[in-house]
């Protein structure tokens, strides 16, 4: 069968992913770096390509109120942003999650102010960790697209019934061009059927939605909320193996086991820097060390059990991330190191923090960190600022 | 059935012939609640297939305890800033599933409205989205224990506008809302009463003809807020019409008419003095409101279709 | 049905009997407002004129229309007393509650 390849960025893969999956409603407000998707969606919507209603929303608050209000009646929506629009949709996002409004949305991940910046970092996203949202990460524009569709499917799922956020990196991904296959609309159709649930506002049968529960009930609630998102888990998997079979491409669920099984030093990360480390894997592997990469694509639900298998037998292990949580360390490497404690093991640990604002990570930055994990260097600090380019000792 | 947006001479409801079903019941608004009034006659007009959504606010808080649920009707709770978008995706999403015949009416009181909720109220006229949205005024945050809003009057005592010996109450007057959603060339807005009901019951009716977005602020008492007897909330509804601190007005076609545009109003001070929230006045305070009074109506007046 | 009425509402005792997320069945009363009241409007039929401004203003909407002159919803009626106040002929009286 002859393939459809268009050359693309990020951000269209995002637009041509969404409109395969025929949303209903897209409420979405423009914000740098997000911009090119929600642009392309209204070419779609004005040409005819794409039948759904774009709603022209007057604020990002607004852009998740509308696609729960659209939801709460079965419709099947869209939303996009970044950054800022991200943080101020902040009390949308748990209230999407509580009120279990299977929303898809794109997260171009970038800097938080202030100092302003328009340019990467997961700062943003990976603050809204507790939003109660499924958390995924895209390495480039191909898994993005794919990813929208994978995720309808996920979130719509009876059982999970959770908002999806389909992060991609700001600018590195969003604004970059590559080769990106587009999926048949009809296999899509086979693979993604029209979004059905009862939970819904009907004639039917009338409901009152996102009531308040009593401290008797509430837990209740909480709980299986928690538990849908830890069943999302098999879901994913499931969901990536039948992408696989529909479209030949698989993510492999959870994680990317990149390497890692007899690797002795490994690097843990997400996001568009996986693709560098792999380079790096690859070159150092043909010097003949044994490094690796655990390609975190999940960070909700979190892949605890993927986590403790493939770093079983490293002796030591890094966590690379564009986060940090002021005043402790990065909020992967919380999650990375809690999974490996809970298995007793004590390998060499490090955080590796930067890539703020746009700061390039470098292939050299990378090389540096697996040397740091073989020589095990002992520092004062679990985490590394890697790319300060200042001295930072304390003046008298 | 017309298309356009003009709104129609519907059928006049009346109480003999409007509908006996209750939509809105069993809820714990507070004894004398002139929000649940507001509430409760709207969705008699508007009917069966309503999607109905409430802010975090009163009607929200005494309407959706699980698991009792006062709304017979589809009715969800938005959050506090999203009550008109989320009712903008409710209409926009049922259209595009292909729904037919359902109205989507949003409640908010005044400080959802005039305050936190303004900016999504302005985007959801802007976009033309087919929403119905009352505000049931009544002059202060309720459900939070009654502090000021954006339409608090003038004088008022409220938790955080206390009247002592520096204050006196509120130091503002209420803002001009039904001025502003009118300057976005909205189809049809209207100012309405409890105290008025059947002006209210007409006012609902229009607006529920109107394809596209319609308003109404209506007056709403509060017996807990106000201090005053649960029994009085329709009368001083009707009050605060009589005395002019509050209109009866409707937005059409571009202009402004004023529906009652009494020869004389009745006395200020009688109407203040029922209320705890006023007991602390005196009469600078007094004569400060009348003047406030007074400016609004010349300009009304002045620029307003009238009797 | 016009207006709902109390239902035998049993707690979950299982997680998955409970709704998935905060929606439920509209207009399901697991309680009644009857024990709110300290007054109860009692409406004198002869007095009464059946001019409907009792169930306009009823901020709970216990009035009921009949075929003759109208009857109180006890089970739900607050007893704030607007009906007895608004009503153009004294044919409702506040009367208290014996408990």
């Known amino acids: 069968m002859k393939k459809n390849k268009l050359f693309i960025s990020g951000d269209e893969a995002i637009a041509i992913g969404t409109k395969l999956a025929r949303p209903h409603v897209i409420a979405a407000y423009p914000i740098t770096p997000q911009t090119i998707a929600v642009e392309r969606l209204s070419d779609m919507v004005e040409n005819g390509e794409l039948q759904a209603e774009y709603m022209h929303v007057e604020s990002e608050h607004s852009a998740i109120s509308a696609a729960m209000g659209a939801s709460a009646v079965g419709a099947r929506t869209f939303t996009a942003s970044s950054s800022q629009g991200l943080v101020y949709m902040a009390e949308g996002l748990h209230y999407a999650s509580g009120g279990r409004f299977p929303i898809v949305m794109m997260n171009a991940n970038r800097s938080l102010a202030l100092p302003w910046s328009i340019y990467g970092d997961q700062r943003d996203s990976l603050g809204l960790l507790d939003s109660g949202w499924i958390q995924v990460y895209a390495e480039d524009a191909q898994e993005a697209l794919d990813m929208i569709i994978q995720a309808y499917k996920i979130a719509e799922h009876p059982k999970v019934l959770t908002p999806i956020m389909v992060n991609i990196d700001g600018f590195i991904l969003t604004h970059t061009y590559e080769m990106v296959e587009i999926p048949e609309q009809e296999a899509v159709d086979a693979f993604l059927p029209p979004f059905e649930t009862p939970n819904k506002m009907s004639f039917e049968e009338p409901k009152n939605m996102g009531f308040s529960s009593q401290p008797i009930d509430n837990t209740e609630f909480k709980y299986q909320q928690d538990r849908a998102i830890l069943y999302a888990h098999k879901i994913i998997e499931q969901t990536d193996a039948e992408f696989d079979k529909a479209f030949g491409r698989k993510y492999h669920g959870m994680v990317e086991n990149y390497r890692c099984d007899d690797a002795d030093q490994i690097i843990v990360t997400l996001g568009s820097i996986c693709g560098t480390t792999r380079l790096i894997v690859d070159e150092l592997r043909n010097q003949g060390e044994k490094v690796g990469l655990l390609k975190i694509r999940y960070m909700r639900p979190f892949p605890e059990k993927e986590i403790q298998e493939l770093t079983a037998n490293a002796k030591a292990i890094g966590v690379l991330e564009k986060n940090i949580s002021f005043g402790y360390e990065g909020t992967v490497y919380t999650n990375v190191n809690s999974a490996i404690a809970k298995t007793g093991k004590r390998p060499y640990l490090k955080n590796f923090v930067g890539g703020f604002g746009g700061r390039n990570i470098s292939k050299d930055d990378i090389r540096k960190m697996f040397t740091t994990l073989k020589t095990q260097e002992k520092t004062e600090n679990t985490v590394e600022y890697f790319n300060l380019n200042v001295a930072t000792d304390e003046r008298r | ?307 | ?99």
Not at chain 2, 117 to 138: H, K, P
Not at chain 2, 240 to 267: H, I, M, Q, R, W
Not at chain 3, 40 to 68: A, F, Q, R, S
């Open chain 2, 1 to 307: 059935m017309k298309d356009d947006n003009t709104p129609t001479a519907p059928k006049r409801i009346t109480a003999k012939n409007m509908t006996e079903k209750e939509f809105f019941y069993g809820h714990k608004a507070c004894a004398g609640c002139g929000g649940s009034v507001a509430v409760r006659l709207a969705l008699k007009v508007t009917g069966e297939k309503t999607f109905a959504a409430f802010p975090a606010g009163c009607m929200a808080a005494v309407g959706f305890i699980y698991p009792q649920m006062a709304f017979r009707n589809n009715a969800i709770i938005t959050t506090f800033p999203g009550v008109a978008s989320m009712a903008s995706g409710i209409s926009v999403g049922a259209k595009a599933l292909g729904l037919k015949g359902y109205k989507t009416v949003a409640f908010a009181g005044d400080g959802g409205t005039a305050d936190i909720g303004l900016q999504a109220l302005s985007g959801m006229i802007d976009r033309g989205d087919d929403v119905m949205y009352i505000c049931y005024d009544n002059e202060a945050y309720m459900n939070t224990g009654i502090q000021k809003s954006g339409l608090t009057p003038y004088g008022t005592h409220t938790t955080t506008t206390p009247a002592g010996k520096n204050f006196p109450g509120s130091k503002t007057q209420k803002k001009n809302l039904f001025e502003i959603i009118a300057a976005h060339d909205i189809a049809y807005a209207a100012t309405a009463s409890i105290g008025y009901p059947q002006d209210y019951i007409n006012k609902v009716n229009k607006a529920k003809q109107v394809k596209g977005p319609s308003f109404i602020h209506v007056f709403a008492s509060c017996p807990t807020g106000w201090g005053s007897p649960t029994h009085t909330s329709i009368e001083l509804a009707k009050e605060v019409v009589d005395t002019g601190l509050f209109f009866l007005a409707e937005y059409e076609n571009g202009s402004f008419k004023l529906n009652k545009n009494p020869k004389a109003f009745k006395d200020i001070p009688t109407y203040l003095q029922k209320q705890g929230r006023f007991k602390h006045l005196k009469e600078e305070d007094y004569k400060l409101i009348e003047e406030h009074r007074d400016m609004k109506w010349e300009r009304m007046r002045r620029n307003w279709k009238h009797s």
């Open chain 3, 1 to 99: 049905m016009n207006r709902p009425t109390k239902q035998n509402y049993q707690r979950p005792t299982h997680i998955d009997d409970f709704p998935v997320g905060p929606q439920f069945e509209a207009g399901h009363l697991a309680d009644t407002n009857a024990g709110w009241r300290t007054f109860k409007p009692v409406i004198d039929h002869e007095k009464c004129i059946n001019c409907l401004i009792c169930y306009l203003v009823c901020p709970d909407g216990t009035i009921i229309k009949t075929e003759t002159k109208p009857d109180v919803d006890y089970d739900y009626c607050k007893g704030c007393g607007v009906c007895a106040h608004e009503c153009p002929k004294d044919a409702i009286e506040m009367v208290k509650e014996q408990r």
